[in-house]
């Protein structure tokens, strides 16, 4: 059943954090003030790649209303940052390596004014040759830009001889392909407020998908004790990964300690662009062959990634993209070689799909070139060589086995997009063969309870696509990835869920307080959520890779005997009955036979003898293999589409998509639709206007009025989701998370589509509306 | 005499206006826009800054029942007129009926953008209680959201021009 509002009947809620929202009222961290606050601004490079002589504060530090001008020579501890190479310089010292490097930061009394010592600080450059083209960076000779050199990281994966695969193959095809430099755009930029305590702690107000790894990472800048730093984290305006790196913290840290105030920071657009990650341009060369009926012989695979100067996770990206650009598919013998690049260009870093969306757009690119060599439908040609549910992963990895990849692919050949395509190429045979009035007929009922279609101008033309998706979630094999959360009634009588989560939008929040209404029999006014504190929760991990709401569910799955048996056996001793005789369900522990309310929570709290909590911890489940990155979970999803192409303007609008999401039980249907829906919206962009656009490392594009995200007009078209909950039996893993895989599958889906429309690939996103201009005689 | 006109101009005018429904009286610096005045001296932090050039209508309110940019709006341009922000819409006892169907549809995420699509939509449904698919497109592109992807955004809307906007359908 397709996922609607009516579909969901009474489990679609209405979230904890939506008063908030739609009254302006809940204060985002970049929206707090304190008495006496200071104004923070970075000095960031004027150049992509430059040595720096010399860096003179001294007239900034005489501006008016300045109280502070730091420097690397200010920072106490490691001047590095990085998850997981710390290798971004906090304040450069000698180079600079890209447009958004730091020199100096300064705190002041109003924003204007430190914008104005931000313009007296001096510093001499000496400009260096830039590096903007990963495979230039690459070559001998090339600049280099680290110690390391220019190369980030490398993966290679083999199995089998894909020589002799490819000598035994009836059909290759070979493509290159290249995605854009995608920015996450959160509508709130970076930003927040940053307060040294009396009592000699720090607490930072600042968005983050990690509030343990941003103070791990603050008290080795700082030189100072994790304990002395609070990092509240939650609510945030958005993130899509490009949060989960510091971004202003080392600044407002610092800042707040070298004056002793409370120092606020909120980055302007431009700032934000210029400094802030962005998704990883890559460069995908394929190979791909099959035998004369379409069995996938021979995959080879080449992969450049833009990694920009400094490392965050580019390595851990790099190698999702491995796995992903092997996808779903049987090969006979594959070989994948990647590269990732350190260059002068922009920040290049996590971002929703991570790394996925790029070497899914290239491996279903394949499959829709090979189709067409075999004179196949494309879809037939997937099913062909799908791998089967006990089948190893992509690595060669054990995984868990589910039904995914069958259940999607039915589906999508159930779906009504897929039927009226069926239809609309049915009546366009029949149209070739007898113009006549039926296949109009059956153009107008194929519309989706739309309006009759009215005949579009010649100039218009349509065409459906379909992808695959299979998606990898948790961090993977060699990572910490560590989960868990605590339960606790507090002394007011409220059941404390306390996690190490952050909300970000996805619906964290309301997803943890359905699953304790729905299986722990809670009601909501029972229930008090607490994330995105350092100080009080415990460390579940990131949240990160479509990992929280599995890790969440399966947290509760482990605390609902201990505590639930504690709330229980305290509330019979108190009332001195059996412990089988009472349940701890909505508003208070009843009788289990007549449901009759015989102590409230409250009551509970304030006559216990102890604390009642519970609390758990464990890591997210992992392949038992040692190649780093390999994951055990994975969600699996099919993408349907229908798109057009204005051949006189060369663009292309989406009409209709349909998903269907194989991940397990939907733990919240607003939230499980809102991120299919968002991630697809987000693909949209990905696909047909989105690239952050540089030129020898410097940006062209600085705000949105020339980076183009989709708005409504571009997406007003149908979306249908079909979720598949079925899990084998005995499964214990439950939700697989949706995050991500939302934002994969559309982009290859619509090139398809094009191609059905007017006949030409796209192997360079986002599309070029040239290659898709026709010319018109007028005469 | 002495010519006290610099002076003045620097030190800013006295700036005279109803923000949702108080009168306000605020010397505001020339410079001073509109979002910078609401946020920072009024403390109406559910108007938003994003893109500061009136790309993404996170920061929009209602000027005399239009909605317009608050980044793109001088302070003084609003001398003598009526602004009503996220907070103004809801009165005490309930939820503007537009608030009330964003929250029951899931017309939000993160719901950073959603106060200025909230007055957007007002503004619109105010104007024109039955607008068209295209009269939408027209009257939300001003409004960019990055979460949603517009699905519930959309449906927010027709459940909102469904219920007639100003009925109590949606409450």
Not at chain 1, 291 to 301: E, F, Q, S
Not at chain 1, 355 to 370: H, T
Not at chain 1, 458 to 464: A, D, E, N, R, S
Request: hydrophobic share 40%; proline share 6%; with cysteine.
């Amino acid at each position: 059943m397709l996922l609607t509002r009516e579909s969901s009947g009474e489990r679609w809620r209405i979230r904890p954090d939506g008063p908030g929202k739609v009254t302006g009222e809940l204060a985002y961290l970049t929206d707090m003030a304190a008495p006496g606050m200071l104004h923070g601004m970075v000095l960031r490079s004027s150049y992509p790649h430059a040595r720096i002589v010399a860096v003179s504060t001294e007239k900034a530090k005489t501006m008016p209303g300045v109280r502070a001008v730091l420097t690397c020579a200010d920072v106490p501890g490691l001047n590095r940052f990085g998850i997981a190479h710390p290798d971004h310089p906090v304040f450069c010292e000698d180079r600079v390596r890209f447009i958004g490097d730091a020199i100096a930061a300064v705190a002041a009394d109003t924003a204007l004014q430190a914008a104005e010592a931000l313009k007296r600080i001096e510093v001499e450059y000496e400009p260096l040759p830039i590096v903007d083209d990963p495979e230039a960076a690459l070559l001998e000779g090339a600049p280099q830009l680290h110690e390391q050199g220019n190369v980030q990281h490398r993966n290679d994966y083999r199995h089998g001889d894909p020589e002799a695969g490819f000598a035994a193959c009836a059909h290759i095809v070979e493509e290159t392909y290249a995605t854009p430099r995608q920015m996450h755009t959160y509508m709130e930029t970076e930003g927040g407020l940053f307060i040294p305590e009396r009592n000699g702690r720090l607490t930072v107000y600042s968005p983050t998908q990690h509030a343990f790894m941003d103070r791990m990472q603050l008290a080795r800048i700082l030189d100072r004790p994790e304990a002395d730093i609070r990092v509240v984290s939650s609510p945030i305006g958005g993130s899509f990964g490009g949060k989960d790196e510091l971004n202003v913290q080392p600044y407002g840290a610092l800042l707040a300690l070298a004056t002793g105030k409370p120092v606020k920071l909120h980055n302007s657009r431009w700032e934000s662009v210029r400094a802030g990650l962005k998704r990883h341009p890559m460069k995908i060369r394929m190979k791909t062959g099959t035998d004369a009926g379409g069995k996938l012989l021979a995959h080879r695979v080449s992969i450049v990634s833009d990694a920009g100067p400094y490392s965050t996770l580019s390595a851990e990206v790099l190698n999702f993209s491995v796995e992903h650009a092997l996808g779903p598919y049987r090969f006979g013998a594959a070989e994948v070689k990647s590269v990732c690049v350190f260059t002068n260009n922009g920040m290049s870093g996590e971002f929703r799909g991570f790394g996925g969306n790029q070497a899914v757009f290239a491996m279903e690119g394949q499959l829709d070139r090979l189709a067409e060599k075999l004179g196949m439908d494309p879809w037939e040609l997937r099913r062909i060589n799908l791998r089967k549910p006990d089948d190893p992963g992509p690595l060669g990895q054990p995984i868990s086995a589910t039904d995914g990849v069958r259940q999607v692919w039915e589906a999508l050949g159930e779906s009504r997009l897929w039927r009226e395509r069926e239809r609309a190429r049915s009546a366009n045979a029949g149209r070739r063969a007898e113009v006549g009035a039926g296949a109009k007929e059956a153009d107008a009922t194929s519309t989706g309870g739309g309006p009759a279609a009215v005949e579009p101008p010649p100039w218009i033309k349509t065409g459906y696509g379909a992808a695959f998706v299979m998606h990898g979630a948790g961090l993977g094999v060699g990572i910490p990835d560590p989960a868990g959360g605590r339960l606790r009634l507090a002394q007011d009588g409220r059941i404390e869920a306390v996690f190490g989560y952050e909300e970000f939008g996805q619906g964290l929040i309301a997803s943890l307080e359905q699953m304790l209404i729905e299986q722990y029999g809670f009601a909501a006014d029972d229930l008090r959520i607490v994330i995105g504190d350092s100080d009080v929760v415990p460390n579940s991990g990131s949240s990160t890779a479509s990992r929280s709401t599995s890790m969440m569910w399966q947290s509760l799955r482990r605390l609902r005997a201990p505590f639930k048996g504690k709330l229980r056996a305290e509330a019979a001793r108190l009332l001195g009955r059996p412990a089988e005789s009472v349940k701890p369900l909505a508003g208070g522990v009843r009788d289990a036979g007549t449901g009759e309310l015989l102590l409230t929570y409250a009551e509970l709290a304030s006559r216990a003898e102890e604390e009642i909590a519970a609390e758990t911890s464990f890591f997210y489940p992992t392949s038992p293999v040692d190649r780093v990155g390999s994951h055990f979970m994975y969600s699996y999803s099919s993408v349907a589409v229908k798109a057009e192409v204005n051949t006189l303007t060369g663009r292309v609008r989406l009409l209709d998509q349909f998903h269907a999401v194989a991940a397990g039980p939907v733990v919240n249907p607003q939230g499980y639709l809102g991120q299919i829906e968002g991630g697809s919206g987000m693909a949209l962009g990905f696909t047909i206007t989105e690239d952050a656009v540089m030129d020898r490392g410097v940006y062209l594009t600085r705000n949105l009025d020339t980076y183009l995200v989709p708005t409504i007009a571009e997406l007003r078209g149908a979306c249908e989701v079909l979720p598949i909950e079925e899990l084998p039996e005995g499964d214990e893993h439950g939700p697989r998370g949706i995050g991500e895989l939302g934002s994969v599958g559309l982009a290859p889906a619509i090139a398809q589509a094009i191609f059905e429309a007017v006949g030409k690939r796209v192997a360079k996103l986002p599309v070029d509306p040239q290659l898709l201009q026709e010319r018109v005689g007028f005469g | 005499m002495i010519d006290n006109t610099w002076t003045e101009r620097t030190a800013g005018a006295r700036l005279e206006c109803e923000v949702n429904g108080r009168p306000v009286s605020l010397d505001v610096a020339p410079s001073a826009r509109l979002l910078t005045v609401l946020r920072e001296e009024l403390g109406l932090t559910g108007t938003k800054r994003s893109c500061e050039i009136g790309r993404c209508g996170a920061c929009m309110v209602m000027v005399d029942g239009k909605p317009i940019n608050s980044c793109l709006t001088m302070a003084y341009q609003v001398s003598g007129s009526r602004i009503t922000t996220i907070e103004g819409l809801a009165s005490e006892a309930e939820l503007h009926p537009v608030q009330q169907c964003f929250l029951e549809e899931g017309g939000y995420q993160c719901g950073y953008c959603t106060p200025g699509m909230i007055v957007s939509v007002t503004a619109m449904l105010e104007h024109n209680p039955n607008p068209t698919m295209e009269e939408i497109e027209e009257a939300m592109s001003g409004n960019l959201c990055r979460c949603t992807g517009y699905g519930g955004i959309l449906r927010s809307i027709a459940r909102a021009i469904e219920t007639g906007g100003q009925s109590n359908d949606c409450r």
